[in-house]
């Protein structure tokens, strides 16, 4: 299969973005950009979202008992670059606050998801995190950040 071909075939399902966060084994938050982010059932409300095997944060999300979703605005590119890069320093002056069970909460997302870790699977070079979701605000007036074909975008009305 042509790798490149596939990846823009992909490409062209427009997701939200998310940073997805958790404390880390030595007690320091981590995160990542993740657009694999999906609502897997209602009842129980549960969540997916995959991870690749060479995550620097692949540990830590694993070690955790929970983590959280922080479903970007459109306003927040920078934070999802942020967050897209392997540093130690990604949380440098980003505010959050830490819900009921310590998970970091980006202070400013449109929406956000504080999860139990349920279940993990193979996925390929991937593996599948799914979390039960026990906490969940949203603002209903904000609008999402967009990613389609390899580039950040704003949502338009369709027509
Ligand atoms: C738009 C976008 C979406 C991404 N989605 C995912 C994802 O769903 N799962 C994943 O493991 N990495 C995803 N990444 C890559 C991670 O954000 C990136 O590898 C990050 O550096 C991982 O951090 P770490 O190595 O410090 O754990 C995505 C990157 C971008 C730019």
């Known amino acids: 299969m042509e790798q490149d071909q596939y990846k823009r075939a992909l490409g062209c399902y427009a997701t939200g973005i998310t940073v997805i966060s958790a404390l880390g084994t030595d007690g320091a938050p981590i995160g990542i950009t993740a657009n694999s982010f ?13 991870l690749g095997r060479r995550s620097y944060s692949l540990e830590g999300f694993l070690a955790s008992e929970t983590f959280a979703v922080n479903v970007l605005r459109e306003n927040q590119q920078a934070l999802a670059e942020r967050f897209a890069r392997a540093s130690a320093d990604k949380w440098a002056e980003v505010s959050y606050d830490i819900w009921d069970t310590g998970c970091p909460i980006l202070h400013d997302a449109l929406a956000k998801f504080e999860c139990r870790l349920r279940h993990t699977y193979e996925g390929g070079d991937h593996i599948i995190l799914v979390g039960e979701v026990i906490r969940f605000e949203y603002d209903p007036k904000g609008q999402p950040l967009v990613y389609c074909r390899g580039a950040y975008q704003a949502m338009s009305p369709a027509g």
């Open 38 to 50: 999906n609502s897997v059932s209602i009842d129980p409300p549960l969540i997916l979202f995959s």
